[in-house]
């Protein structure tokens, strides 16, 4: 039984693939801007292994516990998380075995590392389970989604029990969104009654996957109901989300959404006195 309210505690998930332990800038961004809008009560990073690098050094100190996992392999004995013809959904899969877990555990705000706050979500937390719809991508078959990139939960909430029941059997490690944003789509419209709130696009996803250019390189304003926004490293990491080394890119590119975010932020660091780097750079 859920008790209702979301507490305002935020986990984080860092998942180290061997070979990759170095910190990029925008998992420093964050952490530091969901602690300095957000002002949780408390911020978890759990973690599999030993990150590395100038951003992780700052990170660590904005960061109140930290939970080491052991990586799951198994939904439930019949369906591993592994499959070896879709390595590169194997973290994404972990990922959220954890932090479904987590937050029917303790509850809580999870955030993706390649989000960005940018507002308050105070009156959220009012409600059992917040989750935000995502836009709709002409070039995806599926018309309704919601993403798994935000999720706010109270303590054993009633809609993430059942998402967490039905996840192995909808579960397909070929197919990362299949249970991950297809089903709590479903189970909102096949169930109802069960306390959701569902955001508009625009609250975590108002820019979409197949539109990164839109966050790092076009000329756009921020949306005005925005309240986080999520980056989609997987899709913009080589062409963008790499190369966001710090403060300076921001300030070279400020007629950008990412840039435009990042420097609003940056007078919250300054205000908290959290370290973002001699000229943000690394």
Not at 68 to 77: E, G, I, M, Y
Not at 230 to 242: C, G, P, R, S, V
């Amino acid at each position: 039984m859920a008790n209702h309210r979301i507490p305002n505690l935020i986990h984080f998930i860092c998942l180290i693939k061997p070979g990759n332990e170095l910190v990029p800038f925008l998992h420093f961004a964050a952490v530091a801007s969901a602690k300095s809008i957000l002002r949780p009560d408390k911020i978890i990073l759990h973690l599999n292994g030993d990150p590395e690098g100038p951003w992780w050094e700052r990170i660590r100190p904005l960061v109140d516990e930290i939970k080491l996992v052991a990586l799951p392999t198994h939904w439930r004995h019949d369906k591993p998380i592994y499959n070896p013809e879709k390595p590169h959904h194997y973290y994404s899969h972990m990922s959220d075995h954890i932090r479904l877990h987590a937050l029917a555990e303790i509850g809580g705000i999870y955030l993706d590392l390649d989000t960005i706050t940018i507002r308050p979500v105070e009156d959220l937390l009012q409600h059992e389970f917040v989750i935000g719809r995502e836009t709709c991508s002409p070039l995806d078959p599926v018309r309704h989604r919601l993403g798994s990139a935000v999720l706010m939960s109270a303590p054993g909430s009633a809609f993430l029990l059942e998402w967490l029941q039905r996840y192995p059997e909808v579960y397909d490690s070929a197919d990362w969104a299949s249970a991950a944003t297809q089903l709590p789509a479903t189970i909102s419209q096949e169930q109802p009654h069960l306390p959701v709130n569902v955001v508009p696009e625009t609250a975590f996803f108002s820019v979409n996957w197949d539109d990164v250019a839109g966050i790092f390189e076009e000329t756009r304003s921020v949306d005005p109901e925005a309240r986080i926004l999520h980056l989609w490293q997987n899709m913009a990491w080589e062409k963008y989300f790499k190369r966001v080394t710090g403060m300076d890119w921001a300030r070279q590119n400020s007629h950008t959404v990412c840039a435009t975010l990042l420097l609003n932020a940056e007078s919250a660091w300054i205000r908290d006195g959290i370290d973002y780097g001699e000229h943000g750079e690394q």
